[in-house]
């Protein structure tokens, strides 16, 4: 992994400057993530005395996928980003899509986590954080919550990454974040909900989430956030789709 640069660390930048640095600042490729199925680059983002490092994957370096139309993926990032933010939670880190070195992507703010924090003992735990991830990953379908897609930091909070397959208008829920299936949702949760359901109807989440999605992912999305509303509970994993991802972590 290349050095971090020297500049503003990303847990002191509010999200509004964040943004706008990540959408306006001069991305520079650093390295490359070889780990990663995508093509997934390591850039310095610098905008007047402001610099951050971050993650830009560019939609011509996506692989097809048998599931999900081709080169989608960098837009469903950013609108589990808009997700995220209409949650309040801060669940994803700042995303935009915008032009880069490589032509249009999804480029996402880099957070270092608690290197010294488990992983496995983590996404077996009850934390109350994961609980809300949980519900997010509820509401975008995710279909792909590795281990290694959390990012623990060492205040207690967390940040969850690589969002690029979520948002079928299949049930597609594929987990390592099982523990509280078919337990009722915390009120807070089914307040977020209710918040989630107005800004989809005719606020700017619906806006947005329409100029990323298709029509149909949308009106999907809204129908799982009825359903949790109605049924009041964590979903159970699905009987036709694998309920763990693989590798777990």
């Not at 500049?7 to 509004?16: A, H, I, S, V």
């Not at 397959?165 to 009120?187: A, N």
């Not at 619906?206 to 999305?221: C, F, I, P």
Request: one cysteine or more.
């Amino acid at each position: 992994m290349p050095s971090h640069p020297q500049g503003t660390p990303p847990r002191e930048l509010d999200d509004t400057t964040a943004m706008r640095l990540l959408r306006e600042g001069r991305l520079e490729v650093a390295g490359r993530l070889v780990e990663a199925t995508n093509l997934t680059l390591y850039c310095t983002v610098q905008l007047g005395d402001l610099v951050a490092a971050c993650v830009y994957k560019p939609v011509r370096g996506e692989r097809p996928l048998w599931d999900f139309p081709d080169g989608t993926l960098a837009a469903r990032e950013v609108a589990a980003y808009e997700v995220s933010a209409a949650t309040g939670w801060r669940i994803v880190p700042p995303t935009v899509y915008r032009d880069g070195p490589f032509g249009d992507g999804m480029v996402q703010l880099w957070i270092d986590g608690d290197a010294e924090i488990d992983l496995m003992t983590l996404m077996r735990s009850r934390n109350p954080a994961l609980r809300r991830l949980a519900v997010f990953d509820a509401i975008v379908n995710n279909a792909d919550r590795k281990g290694g897609h959390l990012i623990p930091l060492s205040d207690g909070h967390f940040y969850g990454v690589d969002h690029g397959v979520c948002f079928s208008t299949e049930d597609k829920l594929r987990t390592v974040l099982w523990q509280w299936q078919g337990k009722p949702l915390t009120r807070e949760a089914v307040q977020v909900l209710a918040r989630i359901e107005r800004e989809m109807e005719r606020g700017r989440l619906g806006r947005r989430l329409r100029e990323l999605l298709s029509r149909e992912e949308v009106e999907a999305t809204w129908e799982r956030v009825r359903r949790l509303l109605d049924t009041g509970i964590h979903p159970y994993p699905s009987r036709n789709w694998p309920a763990i991802p693989w590798p777990p972590v």
